[in-house]
């Protein structure tokens, strides 16, 4: 378990304002079981360390075993912030209503005291962080991105960095197709739509047959029709982040859309996005996938763990529809239920008129950016009216999280 800590500060407890707002809230959702504090921590062996299988800037997640046999995943909000209040709420009211096969199962919840825990239904195969990319590590610099200027939060890895698990191709296939589904349904098919905002390989859980589902709702935003983009503080995870998004902070749909596209690549290459650990040309990911595009030699990115038993056509064309949803310009990204049918086969790929992707067109004007000032603000832009609340935001923390990525003079 990796954890990298920058900021220290003392232990608090819950508000008496804020235990209120957390109880008035989740009495008001149907569908959710409360769980007795007694009962998960007897089902943890008291939140005992050898059952930690996971650690976030807003908790831990312990394995427990209750008394009927059933396991579950039981996530312990840390009452260190506001904020995590904030994540706690948007998870439970997001995953309470909705049902996919390819989301994660809430059994119910725990607010008890100063208690705060969340309870999933256990997945035996971790996430994609741990088994498929685990020999990567995820580069240490990789921070969790909560556009608070002054309060930067750390990235905590689900797992130790090494997994001894093959992935096939048709496995792969699989998991590329399932995580499209679902993030489909979320954005098409929900009412109003949602944005996940935190797309990645540490929030791709897998099951005993390796069917993915999407976890952590806690960044989540609702997205009604009416909506061109919402206007908000840029969350999320570097590596991930769509740059329309983390320059300016206007969130769609198409910010998911480029997270996916770069865990595309990563689940075909079997590696993650930035591995500093490489030689110069092959630590980026997405550099590294354009370069290759444009070279005509995509397969060389393909995972060599397979032995070459992979579709070689179908292993590229995935690489292909990743390089599409990264794309620059968000408009010409396609939407999630294209990406389905693209992956599936029942819709061509046009690959003719692939774009650079975002990161690369953007870095140099980033470069050249000097800091303004304020923080970004949360509003919306509704149809009809391209104006923004956050079009003088700020873009020192942008540049930062751009120069983590991409600056090689040192």
């Known amino acids: 378990m990796a954890c990298f800590s920058f900021l220290c500060s003392r232990k608090k407890t819950f508000s008496a304002e804020q235990t209120t ?11 959710t079981k409360r769980f007795p504090y007694k009962e998960l921590k007897m089902a943890t062996g008291n939140f005992h360390h050898s059952n930690k299988i996971g650690e976030g800037g807003f908790g831990v997640v312990y394995k427990g075993t209750f008394r009927d046999g059933t396991m579950g995943a039981i996530k312990v909000l840390s009452a260190d912030s506001k904020q995590g209040v904030r994540e706690f709420l948007t998870e439970i009211n997001m995953i309470a209503e909705i049902e996919h096969e390819n989301l994660v199962e809430l059994s119910g919840c725990c607010v008890e ?4 825990i969340l309870v999933y239904c256990y997945l035996e195969n971790n996430s994609l ?13 990789v921070f969790n991105i909560r556009l608070n200027l002054n309060n930067l939060k750390p990235l905590y890895l ?90 300016r902070g206007q969130l769609t749909r198409k910010a998911d859309i480029y997270s996916f596209g ?14 500093r650990r490489l030689p110069l040309s092959e630590q980026y990911l997405l550099e590294r996938a354009w370069n290759k595009y444009e070279s005509r ?18 292993a590229q064309k995935f ?30 790929v046009n690959d003719e008129n692939i774009s650079r992707p975002g990161l690369l067109s953007e870095f140099t004007a980033l470069r050249g950016q000097k800091d303004n000032s304020g923080m970004i603000s949360e509003g919306t832009g509704k149809g009809g009216n391209s104006s923004s609340s956050s079009e003088n935001v700020t ?16």
């Open 113 to 116: 005291g100063n208690h705060r």
């Open 262 to 275: 770069v865990l595309l690549l990563e689940i075909v290459s079997g590696r993650c996005n930035t591995n």
């Open 158 to 247: 689900l797992g130790g960095g090494h997994s001894s698990m093959q992935f096939s191709w048709e496995a792969r296939r699989n998991i590329c197709i399932g995580v499209a589904k679902g993030l489909a349904f979320l954005h098409e098919e929900v009412q109003p739509h949602i944005i996940h905002r935190d797309i990645k390989a540490s929030n791709i859980l897998l099951d005993k047959n390796l069917n993915p589902k999407i976890s952590d709702f806690g960044l989540a935003k609702l997205f009604p029709d009416n909506m061109t983009h919402i206007s908000t503080r840029v969350a999320g995870t570097t590596g991930y982040l769509a740059p329309e998004y983390a320059i």
């Open 297 to 314: 030699e995509l397969v060389e990115l393909v995972d060599t763990s397979m032995g070459g038993e992979y579709d070689v056509e179908e």
């Open 395 to 410: 873009t020192s923390y942008a540049t930062m999280t751009f120069n983590s990525i991409f600056d090689r003079s040192n």
């Open 319 to 348: 690489l292909k529809i990743g390089l599409l949803c990264t794309q620059d310009i968000p408009k010409l990204r396609p939407s999630m239920s294209q990406v389905v049918k693209m992956l599936m086969g029942e819709e061509a």
């Open 21 to 31: 707002e957390i109880d008035e809230e989740v009495s008001g959702i149907q569908n």
């Open 129 to 141: 962080a741990q088994t498929l990319l685990g020999n990567c590590f995820y580069s240490w610099f």
